[in-house]
């Protein structure tokens, strides 16, 4: 679970990074998250759409997880919010998880993955890429 408010300067390492260090340990990350999108001036009348969400969705998505926002999950609960509900509802994801193995060439290269389900109502994360062990398993 990746706890973040989306928001990233100076850093040694980019998204980018982070995700092919995802996709290399083959982790699922689920990303609980308190950013909004903002319009920062850069001068001359010219302004930047900041959208942090974009990225941490990427993530999530490429690596079979699910994106929680907390300034939305707040806004839909009028009559109150307690963070704990929020922790609560990915935990209850988390016990509806199922482990599914997949067999891969041993080249050391990236494969996709689609995964699908027949059943109605499902809910389907997974990985859309995949990293093969290189050389004898």
Request: zero cysteines.
């Amino acid at each position: 679970l990746m706890v973040t408010d989306g928001r990233a300067s100076g850093n040694a390492h980019g998204a980018e990074d982070a995700l092919r260090e995802v996709i290399r340990a083959n982790v699922s990350v689920d990303i609980l998250y308190a950013g909004t999108r903002d319009v920062v001036p850069q001068g001359s009348g010219r302004a930047a759409l900041v959208q942090p969400d974009v990225l941490l969705r990427e993530m999530a998505d490429h690596s079979g997880g699910a994106v929680f926002n907390m300034i939305e999950w707040k806004a839909n609960r009028p009559r109150g919010f307690n963070p704990k509900d929020v922790l609560q509802s990915i935990v209850n994801e988390w016990r509806r998880t199922w482990l599914l193995r997949v067999s891969v060439p041993t080249d050391g290269k990236y494969h996709r993955l689609l995964v699908k389900s027949r059943a109605i109502g499902v809910t389907v994360r997974a990985p859309l890429i995949v990293l093969a062990p290189s050389g004898n398993p």
